[in-house]
């Protein structure tokens, strides 16, 4: 027992209070934003509230419902915290009255990180000539600074410092007689990834960019009709999933029905295949296929593609299980827990410094020790973002007596940021950024370390043939540094992209 | 789409807010408490607050720690809600210095069970003439009411409505001359279950009822000590397991050691048997093997038991998951997770009323549709108590288009009411107390229901030859009805045991 | 006892929360805001606070601070309640570095009142081109409604319910290269009343409008200055009184010095007369003299008009204290405290309906029976607004035994709404609206009511030759109808004013 | 403007947060508590709210209230800060319901001063064999250290360090068969100074000390019937004022009607005098005149005693008014409010060191300097403690430019501390205890000092033969250091009597 001591050295404090934000991984890439519109049914805001709550994963940092009701008018309510925390008392849920109604879950903006204001939180309003609108946003403005620089000089006052904002604004101005053409009108503007929910005093509002980066779907409700970012938010209010938006659509929603604009030029799409990967919750609908299926096939195909002997497939908790069962049914090894997740945190905690971070996959997650001791053991987890938690975890599995130690990693090295509404760190922090496959193993000190390829994960996702290279059928900058929108704002800052030889 | 009239209308509020006080199945049994302490490490207080984070799953309604220091003396923290939310401030860790302290969380007391005071909550402290002790107690006392009636006419003012309560009033009242020569006399005037730790000034001590029923173990750390209701909660401070407390055991541990008491009469111990099967965590040890390697026992061996032909084994989350790996890898039907739970709900909510429950189970669960639709699903759940949760489940697997359902229950029928620590309905709610395994499946209407059997229990935990009906092994009251202690309280309440004969 | 039963019916509970808000009497006219600004001294935002705790009669909902440092840039808080209990934690304060600072606090603005949100709260900050500026503005600006929809045309989005907004808005869209001259664009756009305390991130602004109606005052910190509403505030800070903003004066404050402008037409200056009577604070300086001694020159001037034989001149706790100790020295009959005011309440609570206003009376004030007891009462009030708290205050008098009541008010009949930045009833909620000073005298039930007369009150307030009814030196609305700025908005909404021929 | 350096350096906050905590002064003597209970009428608990409300003055750490409901039994709620902020929702009122309550306001008790926890504060529950019982106690047992080691000897656990919580202890132990007797019982056990408001399920209980040094007051209202420590909040409810409890007097109330026992050996009464002079509310009536009638008569006789000539007679706000006011009378010369109290503070703020409580003053105090200047004032204030405030209002009269300052106290020097409920600075921090009253004037530096004659004192309060040094009328043992009762547990921790030659 020799270096006792510092581990009886406890924390000045035995949390660090950044627990009370947790429940995203301070080592995963993170979504940013989920957004929901119910329009034609009573207490609209009520069912905002529970879809909102079913996409908690995508934002836990603050949330916020407007709805309309025609005595009422717009009212509103925005608050930082979980959903349940928030929008869950009567007396909170009745100043929200009407059966019209959008609401936002948000990680963080581009804006004020770490130090966020309420005024940034979503849904934005603002008062035009011709009545009310709201806005929410999921995705990214990437020509945001240039857009906010020209509005300012034009006399607009921003009250947020979100890139979402300036879309509020560019309506505001636009020469447009009805609000829906306002912001066909600000989002063509707009270049970036984004899926919209909005809502005026009589109109639900959905809009996808025209590569559909983000998602966004349909449902019906009763008389009335909903738009989530995932189809696990229809399900929690009993809502039929109809279909989802097409990239580049407008929909304009009453009770009476359905009106498909698409007002932006057609492009090929380019969904996020991360999507798929880690940020959908694995009981939502994509492309006809549960998200949980699809990472059990991730798994199957990492089997086929790396295989190797051992005792015991493990996933890294919880986000590795589907792709660690799908590799153990792939390849015939069993499957077990063999690492425990306190239930009384969240996915994992955000936490400030890398240091702390790492002492904090020790309180949120526990080996079982009897069942590793002498194991050969499989890991699979869904991504390798800066690889702190993935030395941790190497660690404990090490500590509690394992005999050969696998990583199975369900995603292709993530060597770029993300420009298009994740929050990832800066370029430099991503293991894969700087190492080869086999530093990133040296580095980690295992046995064997396999990323699926690219190919694969297009395989998995269904693509036959893999991937298009010369058209990709996804989004996949974060693996190949292919933007398929130029990252203005961020070139402007001094970001570089990969050379286009390369 | 006959009844959605009666889906589209929302809840007064969307969620109840009973949500917040979440994290325990309503339609569990519940553990009432943990117990951590911990001697001879700078900020011990530091250490308990972890401990007790980790064994935040047997108790959630609130906690509390008591810290001596030579300078401060006795300090002591009480708070409602979860530790990560009231111990992790350096404010409120400031005020508990010192190298020895204790803590508790608990459920819920015997007493004012709904509207818990604070002064409820323990480690429960006393001043005596030789100076203070606090005490933390896990278990539930079975002549207490007759223990407070004969106090109160002496003239002791009890604080609390906890059973508990009667220890240190009995403490105070012995005739013996130092503090652990006081709590022997006052446990031997106790009957029930106990698992006991408390503190003097200098000393940290540990006492386990004659029987053993709830669980007690010992850890080093550094050159301290600490005890623990579970192991878990030694790992994640990094303390070595050393053994666990023996039935009617006394340890009195300083920095220098521990001495070993045995002051009960020795009696054949009756360890929970439910602790194998749900209280305790998966990552414990507990009779040498990990809690979670029992669980993948008693699935093989309930697929031994009860085979049947089908396409998935799905567990019901999360309490299920270890059985339904154990009846997969037994049976070579694949595993899959075909129902999702919300993350950002704790286990289960408690709700107030059978209605809202019900409804909770949708909020928290979701099923995978797209795998389910059109398979002959297996569900494997821990127990049957209500039976309300199992009901609804049920209707959602089918709801999602399932052809067949199967349950498969990780434990015998729980027909008896716990007086041992455990919180569990009335007789006439359990599901098993009125009702047959036939009656039961015609109840859930699912194409088969079968409960792991007794003897079957016990040779998963362990038994080769099963349950020795003679003189069992555990504690198994609530499938048997045979009660190791004679719970006096609750005979005088009018609570009929089972006849001898039977 | 006959109507016992009624008194001894408590209320559902027996103190309204609405206490919580309390300060400011339902039955007082009441100042809507104050403003308060520092240059030139180290952690600015502290003599901020103060100053704003010593104005906080000017406003108790809510209030605001805005501090800038040239690392941390521009900051603010805003919170509802009142100073002492916002801006008093270094944790708070901390986020306000800064030598140069401004703040506000409010009673309710034009807007959203009873309903005020957070973004209601001043100061309002607006980022231009050229950079930010804060700005706090006391008074109300009359033609609001109309600069709003002018400028939502134009497409500015306002985020609050204020009529300050349009000020902010204003600059925005303003020509002007630099942020004062920004500034006098705007404020020459607004019609009313206005003191502004603004900040660029360099200067602090003050300005008056062209009538100057309410007060602003310049002082001197070490090497630093301070603006604001009142001289009580700078006293709190240890600040020197230099000398008062003039009426049309802008001023522009770095360290170095203090540059005067006039932007405005000249016109002779209308201060609000009702400053002197009741919403500044005894201990500041208006034109010259305490505000203590102007009350008590109003009392003895009062005594002079309206003499009466009495054996006690006792004041309405505690605004009609100056005057009834005038009252006392000019008539020579005894000064006394008839009636004590609890003072673990503020001026007089702030009640929803004026049941429940009548209620808050008896909380508030106490009657010394013993005392009061077979006298001849004279009881002195600042004003009578709807006579509420009169006619409770008369019956609690007579209800302690009085022989006689007599009302001696120290200032005319309030009979027309204020448009300038106080909160008034409706005009149809003044008594002295729909009655005469005889009909008000029965309707009280008093044994005389006497009001101080408007020449009277001009010559109390240093105005030896009483009212110039050609030219008035005082805004006096209130009492005469004639309103020195036209107020269009309410025009608009249909307010009559007095016929010119009246 | 040589020091202002030290005048611009503002505290690291601009408030201490100590001010939440306000409202007593720092440089005053401090009551300790309030006492109040009702039986007969309905919501009884509002009547408590309302009356402990009108005795804030007499503790504003904390407040609590019992109630009993045949149905709900005992319920209690108890809470740091004021009634209002605490006891004004219908949430927690309703949690208190029934015919029969008590209540509690305190400022803090012999033990744990400044780190009071919620288990100090009053009322305190005992459960009996023959039911439950709750006491409020007003005063300080002298005997309570060797009361207290000699119960938790018998094996009786305290909960607070409250001298209080003796009594229901004895009461726990008494052999007497029911519970006014063992009250009884308990009570001749303790020595000191009590008035006792007490509850059982059907009766309301009064007793105060045979020398009935706090005050206790009956009254009547509807059909049934309060006990309250002062008339003011008699008036508060609108009950009926009927008589004080005698000293040495025991009232057992139901509804049905009040009985009355001696149960103490009958001794000549002592009064504290202290409560004429500042404890008691101004509008409270003590032996049949109002307070604030004694307070004037205080002040005619310090005018006689120590006339001087002068422009002015001022307060020291609030607690000099009514004997300024008397010393104007007196004298003729004229009273004026010199000084300002901000009103958004209590009577002063509690503060922690003497260094902050003087800056306290300047936030709290400001002088009315255009009133001041170039005048020979007289500051009237009810006593001198320990100095500091006296000093700083000094040095504010003549900053402001005042000609000469001209202290007179309206009690004699306070010097020796008070052992019978009130919260007085150890001796040696006592102005008086160590300076003659020249010496006291020269370290004010004023130009003249006097207090009122311990014979004028008598002489005013109704005693016209003054004082009966043989046997005094009342307990002045803060002036006369002749303790009518023996502080035998400050005794035993060292204090000093004074010589019984003295």
């Known amino acids: 027992m020799p270096n006792l001591k510092s581990k009886i050295m406890p924390p000045a404090h035995p949390f660090d209070t950044s627990y009370l934000r947790d429940s995203e991984d301070g080592d995963k890439l993170k979504e940013e934003c989920g957004v929901f519109g119910v329009v034609g049914v009573a207490d609209a805001s009520n069912f905002v509230a529970l879809g909102l709550h079913a996409l908690q994963h995508r934002g836990q940092e603050a949330g916020g ?22 929008f869950t008392s009567q007396k909170v849920m009745e100043t929200l009255p009407g059966e019209l109604a959008i609401g936002h879950v948000r990680y963080s903006t581009t804006g004020s990180k770490g130090q966020t204001a309420i005024r940034d939180v979503q849904p934005f309003f603002g008062e035009f000539a011709m009545g009310g609108a709201a806005i929410a946003h999921n995705g990214n403005i990437t020509n945001a600074n240039a857009l906010r620089r020209e509005l300012i000089e034009r006399g607009s006052i921003f009250q947020s410092s979100s890139d979402s904002e300036c879309i509020i604004h560019l309506m505001a101005r636009s020469l447009q007689r009805n609000i829906p053409e306002r912001m066909e009108d600000a989002l ?29 779907v349909l449902g019906k409700i009763g008389d009335g009709w909903a738009l989530s ?76 593609e790396s295989p190797v002997e051992a005792d015991l497939v493990c996933p890294v908790p919880d986000s590795g299980t589907p792709a660690a069962i799908g590799y153990s049914l792939e390849s015939g090894i069993p499957y077990a827990m063999g690492i425990i997740r306190n239930q009384y945190m969240g996915r994992t905690f955000i936490e400030p410094t890398e240091q702390i971070r790492n002492m904090g996959v020790r309180l949120k997650l526990n080996v079982n020790r009897a069942l590793i001791k002498g194991k050969r053991v499989i ?113 402007a800052q001094g970001f570089e992209m990969k050379p286009a030889a390369e």
Not at 65 to 82: C, K, L, N, T, W
């Open 65 to 86: 419902i407007v709805s309309h009701d025609p005595e009422a008018g717009f009212q509103s309510a925005r608050r930082f915290g979980y959903v349940r925390d928030n």
């Open 188 to 216: 063509r503007r707009v270049e970036g990834a984004f899926s919209v929910v909005a809502m005026t005093r009589t109109k639900l509002i959905g809009v996808r960019d025209p590569l559909g980066v983000r998602p966004l």
């Open 229 to 304: 970012s995932e189809t696990c938010a229809l399900d929690i209010i009993g809502a039929e999933f109809v279909r989802e938006i097409e990239p580049g659509e407008m929909v304009v929603i009453t009770p009476k029905g359905v009106e498909s604009h698409f007002p932006f030029r057609r492009q090929s799409s380019r969904f996020c295949i991360f999507e798929h990967v880690y940020f959908s919750r694995p009981d939502s609908i994509l492309g006809g296929r549960s998200v949980y299926e699809t990472r059990e096939a991730i798994g199957r195909e990492l089997a086929k």
């Open 379 to 491: 890991l699979v987890d869904d991504s390798v973002v800066r690889g702190t938690t993935s030395r941790k975890i190497k660690e404990m599995i090490l500590d509690a007596g394992a005999k050969e130690v696998h990583f199975r990693i369900a995603s292709p090295p993530t060597a770029w940021p993300c420009f298009y509404g994740v929050d990832t760190p800066q370029r430099e922090k991503l293991l894969a950024a700087t190492m080869s496959e086999e530093e990133m193993r040296d580095h980690l000190a295992v046995d064997s370390l396999k990323f699926i390829s690219l190919d694969g994960l297009y395989r998995a996702v269904g693509e036959a043939e893999g991937r298009n290279s010369k058209c990709p059928q996804y989004c996949d900058a974060c693996f190949s540094g292919e933007y398929p929108v130029t990252p203005a704002d961020q070139l």
